[in-house]
C-alpha cells in the first residue's frame, strides 16, 4: 500500500511492532515465571498502569516539543530495561520490567498522530484506515511476541530473549533520522471541522472503550496460564496468545477500512456483538484444537474497533492530537488493566472458563451501547 512508502509511517508502524512485541512477551515470561493467575493479573495491572497513566503527559509534550525525541526514546527506553528486566533476578528484575513499559507510555501517542495525519496526505483523508494500519503493526507485535517468547524459553531460556533488544536498537536508531524535522503535532482548536460532542457521547465513548479493554486483557493476559494448566507447553500457549493478537491485527484493518465508508458507530455495534460468539464458545469447550480458530477470530472482532476509538477521540477532545490520542489511549489501556485485577482473581477462584462467561457478557453490554455513538455535528 502507498502509505507504506512513506517513510515517516514506515519508522513508526515498525517502531509499533517492536514496541508491543516487548510488550506482549510479559504474560507468557510471568507464566514461564511460575506466577499465579492473581500475580499475574496484578503485576500486569502494575505494568498496565505505568504505561497508561502517564500516556497523556507524553502526548502534552510531544504537541509542544515535537515527536523525534518521545518516538525513538520509547523504543530505546524499552531496549534498555527490558534488557535489565532479563539481567536482573527476582524482584528486582520485575520492577525493571514495570519501568520498560513508560518507553511504551512515550511512543503511542507519538506513534498514534503520525499515522492519522499520513493519513490525511497519502490516503485522501481516509484517517481510520492509517491509522488501522498503524495499529495492525502494534497487534502484529502482539501476535509475533508470545510466540517468539515461548519459542525462545523453550529452546534459550531467559537470556535467549536478549535477542529482542537487539533487533530493537536500529529501530529506534531510524525514528531519530525519519522524525529529524521534529513538527509539533496540530492542536484540537486549530483544525477546520472541529467535532462538538455532548457529554453523553464522551461517557458512552469511554464505557464501550473499557469494556472492550477489558474483554481483550482477560483474553491476553490470562489464555497463557488457562492453556497451561490444562497442560500444553511454552510453545502452545505462547502461540495461543499470539493468534489471539493476531486476529486483533486483521481485524483492526478491517474495523478501519470499514469505519472510513460505513457509520462508525455500526461498525463497533456489529463487531463486538459477533465476536461474543468465539468468546461463548471458547468458555464451553475447554482444551480442544477447535480453539486455535475461536482465539483468533474473538482477536478478530474485538480489535476491528481499536482505529475507530482513537479517531473519534482525536476528533472531540480539545488540545493537542497528541494529549488526545494519550488520554483515549491511556483511558483504554487503564481500564482494562483494573479490571484485569477482578477477573484473575476470578479465574483463580472460578476458573478461566467462568471469566470467559463474564467476558460474552462485557461484550454483549458494549455493543448496543456502540449504537449511540453518533457521529458529532461539526462547526464550518
Known sequence: MQIFLNAIFSSVALGHLMVDIFNSSRPVLLTYLNLSDTEIAVFSSIYIWASALT?????????????????????????VFYSAALLFPGNAGLVCLIIAALGSSAFHPVGAVQATLCGHSDLQGK?????????????????????????????YQIPGLLILPILSIPVGIALLHHLREN???????????????????????????????WAQSNMVNLIPKYIKDLGQSATVYGSMAGLFMGGSALGNVIGGYYGDRYPKRIVVALALFFSSIPIYIASQIGWSNWLYLLVPLAGALTGAVNSIMIVLAQRIIPGGMALASGLILGFIFSSGAVG?????????AYGFPYVLMLTTGMVLLAAPLALALKTPTVQA
Do not use: C
Not at 69 to 77: C, E, I, N, R
Open 55 to 79: 500516556q497523556p503527559l507524553f502526548g502534552y509534550m510531544s504537541d509542544r516539543l515535537g515527536p523525534r525525541w518521545l518516538a525513538a526514546g520509547g523504543v530505546l527506553w524499552m531496549t
Open 127 to 155: 484517517e481510520t484506515t492509517a491509522t488501522s494500519l498503524f495499529f495492525m503493526s502494534g497487534q502484529l507485535g502482539h501476535f509475533i511476541g508470545p510466540i517468539l517468547t515461548g519459542l525462545i524459553l523453550v529452546a
Open 183 to 213: 513538527h509539533p503535532h496540530p492542536h484540537a482548536s486549530t483544525k477546520q471541522n472541529q467535532a462538538r460532542a455532548g457529554v453523553g457521547f464522551v461517557i458512552t465513548l469511554m464505557l464501550v472503550a473499557a469494556l472492550q479493554s
Open 340 to 348: 484485569l485485577i477482578y477477573t484473575g482473581h476470578l479465574a483463580e
